[in-house]
């Protein structure tokens, strides 16, 4: 005899419960790492607004100019007897290979299997009420084997060893389904949000901010950083100058 568990569906709900709350506080975390690192890059800015205009002047300029020489080369290549157009390459997709696992599979079948075993037609064959019932239950089942989606294949595997009537399965196939999927949406968001925050904690300002012990003194590193750099990119529009 099949002891009887708790509804899976039950179990999801709590668990949807926990990751709600969790999503929360990771919203909240991630709200205010960003509230902390744009306060802090714009007192950045605001303390060097010029050296960031100059720079920004110069990179366009520089970008001009280049850009102004590959034109004049190219040309000067039209002009030339063995120019031919370049055509571009032509990218192939590559195909996407979705590999299951033999352990994973191996499961598949064998929830499929023993679900099959319980409620397959032929064991209602004295019962006409049932035969239809549970001809529309292994239809779902086998719905599901051929999909390969494990987590519902475990979870009507449940409902039917379960002891629960077919009726009451046949009834609550989409309520099931509907409280899967959202459990698969949370779990999904939750992901989503601990790969934002590890991306906002490793963001070097923040960093900056958090880990120096004054961190407005990073204002001096990048006066001499936004120097160097602008002290380059202007020898590189001279030398491009005289070049054009």
Do not use: W
């Not at 009420?129 to 989606?149: F, H, P, W």
């Amino acid at each position: 005899m099949v002891e009887k568990n708790i509804p899976i569906s039950n179990q999801i709900e709590s668990e949807q419960l926990l990751l709600k709350e969790q999503i929360e506080a990771l919203k909240f975390k991630l709200e205010n790492i960003e509230q902390e690192t744009t306060a802090f890059e714009n007192f950045l800015r605001s303390k060097l607004i010029d050296e960031l205009i100059e720079e920004q002047e110069l990179s366009i300029l520089y970008k001009k100019l280049k850009q102004a020489k590959k034109n004049k080369r190219l040309e000067q290549k039209k002009r030339g007897k063995k120019y031919k157009k370049n055509e571009g390459l032509t990218s192939i997709p590559k195909a996407k290979i979705e590999i299951t696992s033999k352990v994973k599979q191996k499961e598949i079948k064998r929830l499929y299997r023993e679900a099959m075993f319980y409620v397959h037609p032929d064991k209602f064959s004295m019962n006409n009420d049932k035969i239809e019932l549970a001809t529309e239950v292994t239809c779902k089942l086998i719905e599901i084997y051929q999909s390969g989606n494990l987590k519902e294949l475990q979870i009507y595997h449940a409902q039917l060893l379960g002891g629960n009537d077919l009726h009451q399965i046949v009834d609550s196939k989409s309520e099931e389904i509907r409280i899967t999927a959202q459990y698969s949406y949370l779990q999904n968001e939750k992901k989503k949000l601990l790969k934002l925050l590890e991306i906002a904690r490793n963001k070097h300002t923040y960093r900056v901010f958090t880990e120096y012990e004054n961190p407005q003194l990073f204002v001096n590193e990048l006066i001499a950083y936004y120097a160097d750099r602008i002290s380059k990119l202007k020898k590189r529009t001279k030398r491009a100058n005289k070049i054009n």
